[in-house]
């Protein structure tokens, strides 16, 4: 067994292969002046504001609440509030039980909307515990 570099190997494929071997004289190479002055550089702009947590996994929340942490934009009480898995079950504001078991580190659900929805109830409720930590967090996902 032979062992060649990869730059001989790939000089003498170059030098063997007939598709390769044409000449390279400059007579066969046309520059259309009005075709390159025509063309335009243009970089589209696809930037997005922010992640879209209205369909985000749980592990892409505890990542992007992990930075917010981090540099200071959420406290620890609202990094360990949104770091939490999801309980099982839920009720929305209409009092109807929503079934979360689904819901893994892996599958896309709207964050936005459920704390949301818990903000109005904890509010409906008065607790106010509850409530100081779903304001953080729905602001968070709000920024």
Same mark, same amino acid.
């Given at each position: 067994?032979?062992i060649?570099?990869?730059?001989?190997?790939?000089?003498?494929?170059? %030098?063997?292969?007939?598709?390769?071997? %044409?000449?390279?004289?400059t007579?066969?190479?046309?520059?259309?002046?009005g075709? *390159? *002055?025509? *063309?335009?550089? %243009?970089?589209?702009?696809n930037?997005?504001?922010?992640?879209?947590f209205?369909?985000?996994?749980?592990?892409?929340?505890?990542?992007? *609440?992990?930075?917010?942490?981090?540099?200071? @934009?959420?406290d620890?009480?609202?990094?360990?509030?949104i770091?939490?898995p999801?309980?099982?079950?839920?009720i929305d504001?209409?009092?109807?039980?929503?079934?979360?078991?689904?819901?893994?580190? @892996?599958?896309?659900?709207?964050f936005?909307?459920?704390?949301?929805?818990?903000?109005?109830?904890?509010?409906?409720? @008065?607790?106010?515990d509850?409530?100081?930590?779903? %304001?953080?967090?729905?602001?968070?996902?709000?920024?």
């Open positions: 067994m032979e060649f570099s990869v730059r001989s190997s790939q000089s003498l494929l170059f %030098k063997n292969s007939q598709n390769n071997a %044409k000449s390279s004289k007579e066969d190479i046309g520059i259309d002046a075709a *390159a *002055a025509s *063309a335009i550089f %243009k970089v589209e702009d930037r997005v504001e922010g992640p879209d209205a369909a985000m996994s749980p592990s892409e929340l505890r990542s992007h *609440a992990r930075q917010s942490y981090d540099t200071g @934009g959420i620890q009480n609202t990094f360990a509030a770091s939490e999801l309980p099982m079950h839920a504001v209409q009092g109807n039980v929503i079934d979360l078991t689904a819901i893994t580190d @892996g599958t896309l659900f709207n936005r909307d459920y704390y949301e929805n818990q903000l109005q109830i904890a509010m409906s409720i @008065g607790d106010s509850s409530l100081k930590t779903l %304001k953080s967090i729905v602001n968070f996902l709000n920024a």
